[in-house]
């Protein structure tokens, strides 16, 4: 007989309220060991407070919670030694080197002498900061400190890790070291539940999305079965100018229209593009606004989070708590 493992991550039932609101209403959650789970979801919709419950930092006011079998609220200090979080901003001191932060935690985990010297100098080397190790954090790279604190929160090679919108703020170069990071620590069987505002990245690096709203698990799916799950493509107007932008800005492209001011586009769904691509470029003529390139492209994770949160914030009484 075959016995099936345990999810590392779970909730049956989880609830919470904040003045007489409810933040999550039942929430049920299963997260496989190895695997990063994304947890969408427009502010307020219950992402930190799943987060703070599930982390030991928050009570819930009814359900369970477990991490690597381990109940949350009958037993914190157990589930804080298997898991990490790293928060949305870098938590290093900044007046320490690298190596320093590191050696520091690893006081703090009991690490013996010897084995806190190999620790640290394996991760000074699995995120690329040996070269920066005797530098003080406070010279590093916003890139850098993101690391630095993420290498930080694994000195006891926690089984389960927590990133919140690990990404925020940072170029794309570094955006894309943490991605590869992130894929390591899974390759190597750590459990990862990413909260994260940028869809692209859910997108590149989640096995399993689950959108959250209102409290509640709206959908859940890897990102190509929640993609499929919409119909149509999408025309997107790329401009060749930021003034041509700025206009198409006032127009009505309809509802569902995505803008993209980085790539300086407006893009619109439809199930009849030929006819959405000639409808956006007499728009476009009407009003003088220089087109430098359309396409057609599939639904994106953008799509699905709009269809199915309808594109508004959720109530903020997370938000007020906090």
């Not at 149509?232 to 509802?255: C, M």
Request: negative net charge; glycine residues 10%.
């Amino acid at each position: 007989m075959t016995v099936t493992p345990a999810p590392m991550i779970q909730t049956r039932g989880l609830q919470k309220s904040f003045r007489g609101t409810h933040v999550l209403a039942g929430l049920d959650l299963d997260v496989e060991r190895g695997e990063i789970f994304a947890l969408l979801g427009p502010n307020g919709a219950g992402k930190t407070t799943t987060v703070n419950i599930l982390t030991t930092l928050l009570k819930p006011d009814a359900g369970t919670a477990t991490i690597a079998g381990v109940d949350v609220v009958r037993n914190p200090a157990a589930a804080r030694a298997a898991l990490s979080l790293t928060g949305q901003f870098a938590a290093v001191d900044p007046f320490q080197s690298g190596a320093e932060n590191l050696a520091m935690m690893a006081r703090l985990a009991h690490l013996g002498r010897r084995a806190a010297r190999v620790r640290v100098a394996e991760l000074l080397e699995q995120f690329d900061l040996a070269e920066a190790a005797g530098r003080r954090a406070v010279t590093y790279s916003g890139g850098m400190r993101r690391r630095l604190d993420l290498a930080v929160s694994l000195i006891a090679g926690p089984p389960v890790v927590f990133l919140d919108e690990p990404t925020t703020g940072l170029d794309p170069r570094s955006r894309n070291q943490m991605w590869r990071v992130v894929r390591e620590l899974t390759a190597a069987g750590t459990t990862i539940l990413l909260t994260t505002q940028y869809l692209d990245e859910a997108d590149q690096l989640a096995d399993t999305v689950a959108v959250l709203d209102a409290g509640r698990i709206v959908a859940t799916g890897t990102p190509a079965q929640l993609k499929a799950g919409l119909h149509g493509d999408r025309v997107e107007l790329t401009f060749d100018d930021e003034a041509s932008y700025v206009a198409a800005l006032r127009l009505d492209f309809g509802l569902d229209a995505v803008f993209d001011g980085e790539r300086g586009s407006v893009s619109v769904p439809s199930d009849e593009p030929v006819r959405t691509t000639r409808d956006l470029l007499a728009l476009a003529d009407r009003h003088d606004l220089a087109v430098g390139n359309i396409s057609l492209t599939g639904p994106t994770l953008d799509d699905v989070f709009l269809h199915l949160t309808g594109g508004t914030a959720s109530d903020n009484a997370e938000e007020a708590a906090a």
